[in-house]
């Protein structure tokens, strides 16, 4: 059974109906040429609203007079809130959010962000957490990671890319978390991550978390669905939409009786 604290609420000194909050963009350091990592500190001081691993905030902007959000996960630890950090990607929406914050941000610019809001929450049932995830999708397990290397949790993180200019994770990664937590792949390098396989050699007790591509999710749940798993251990973004044929597996777990006696 999982360590890890429960999801938690924003705390003080903000108050719960506090939905904005202004930062500064203290660093910004470029990743790659489409991948951008901002750090943002309080502009009021002190400590930046709790947050479980695995959050994300939204970046509020007014741009050409429209008012424009956009998630972001959370990568930074759930315990180091004197700051927040925040993985952009360029995008391809040009006026938009994540090109603003590509071509217009600045160290030192002041912005408005909402509070933390839940994204993929651990199970707290799990004897075991898989993460799994293609590209960018591994920003939202980069917190779960580093809260569960801090209680002693059994997981694992699988991060696929299609090229290694893409796996601009890889090294810190590999550095940061024991070899038999981490695994890469590159698959226009022969090294394909096989979903079925991995999904088939876990413990009863694992739940599995998937972040990327349309088709790394519906592989997942497809994979669990030939293997029998409980549709209850299967976490992704359920805004996501999923193939007909596998949206029924993924539902059958909400379904339930209610008997009053």
Not at 54 to 65: E, I
Not at 188 to 213: C, I, K, N, W
Request: aromatic content about 8%.
């Amino acid at each position: 059974m999982s360590k890890i604290k429960p999801e938690i609420s924003v705390s003080a000194p903000w108050p719960q109906t506090q939905c904005e909050i202004l930062v500064r963009v203290a660093l910004i350091h470029e990743l790659s040429p489409q991948v951008k990592e901002f750090a943002l500190t309080p502009v009021a001081g002190g400590q930046l609203p709790t947050f479980s691993a695995g959050s994300h905030v939204s970046v509020n902007l007014t741009l050409d007079g429209e008012i424009k959000s956009k998630p972001y996960s959370l990568t930074s630890h759930p315990d180091h809130r004197d700051h927040y950090r925040i993985v952009v990607g360029r995008g391809t929406s040009v006026g938009g959010v994540s090109s603003f914050m590509h071509d217009s941000a600045t160290v030192g610019m002041t912005l408005q962000i909402s509070a933390p809001m839940g994204g993929m929450a651990l199970a707290l049932d799990a004897e075991k957490h898989v993460f799994i995830a293609g590209g960018m999708g591994v920003t939202p397990f980069l917190s779960h990671c580093a809260a569960l290397a801090d209680a002693d949790d059994d997981y694992e993180l699988h991060y696929s890319t299609r090229t290694a200019a893409e796996a601009i994770f890889t090294k810190t990664l590999a550095q940061s978390m024991p070899a038999n937590r981490f695994y890469s792949y590159t698959s226009r390098e022969g090294r394909r991550l096989d979903v079925h396989a991995l999904m088939a050699t876990q413990p009863p007790v694992t739940h599995f978390y998937v972040s990327g591509p349309r088709a790394l999710v519906e592989a997942v749940i497809a994979a669990a669905q030939t293997l029998g798993l409980p549709a209850c251990h299967i976490h992704f973004e359920r805004s996501m939409e999923i193939a007909p044929e596998l949206s029924h597996y993924i539902n059958d777990w909400r379904k339930f009786e209610l008997v009053v006696g």
